[in-house]
């Protein structure tokens, strides 16, 4: 795998806001260009792996430190041509507890940065960073279970475009994949429509669970979240894992 040891600019081709207009924590998602002298090696954007991301201004005299997030796309990128990589960031918001007023100056940085930048913008980034988590495609029918809140289901996002989007003739997914996501309501799932799709085309090999903890209650009249989820399904998800 190619690390890249120096920052380089990308090119923000898209941006897709990814939450309800009504809902004040907003997410988005970003699709990022690369120059082709960076993708020396394909492997470069592998599924479970982080980009590092930084931006130019900073506070006098203190640099910012580079932020980690997931990649949400596979090596060939959401438009199939291997240039890109997905990134799935939420608006850290800051309110004050005593106001209940947003309090700006303490806002997260790169995030709003991120969640700010329009088409066309260029972004220093550098990785990936830590390590890499592939699939095991010498084996194409095992059991996958994948667990998430919030932004966390990003690299999922990669792992399920490589089982059930892209058409490869070296790797067919014969096996299960059992997600189950955590969020607050259902209005601010991420990439609903596209893992519902999946559901829908192969009902074999995709389960899909959700815990809604304003929306849903679990066995004790608590709110759901997704642990309490998981223990539903306690007896058949101990059975795939053993």
Known sequence: MLLLSLFQLVTNVHLQ????????????CLIFS??????????????????ALTQKTSKPGAPHNVRLYSIAST????????????LCVRRAVYYDPETGKEDPSKNG?????????????KIQITGPSGKVMLLPENDPNVTHIMIATGTGVA????????????NLPNYKFGGLDWLFVGVANTDILLYDDEFNKYLKDHPDNFRFDKALSREQKNK????MYVQDKIEEY???????MT
């Open 17 to 28: 806001d990814l939450s309800s207009s009504h809902i004040p924590l907003d997410c988005v």
């Open 234 to 240: 306690s007896q058949r998800t101990n059975h795939v």
């Open 109 to 121: 940085v790169c995030s709003n940065f991120l969640c700010d930048s329009k088409p066309g913008d």
């Open 75 to 86: 090596r060939y990128g959401d438009f199939f041509d291997g240039k890109t990589a997905s």
């Open 220 to 223: 004790k009249g608590g709110k």
């Open 155 to 166: 690299p999922y996002r990669g792992y399920l475009r490589r089982m059930f989007m892209e």
């Open 34 to 51: 690369f120059h082709l002298s960076l993708i020396s090696n394909r492997r470069l954007l592998s599924w479970s792996s982080s980009l």
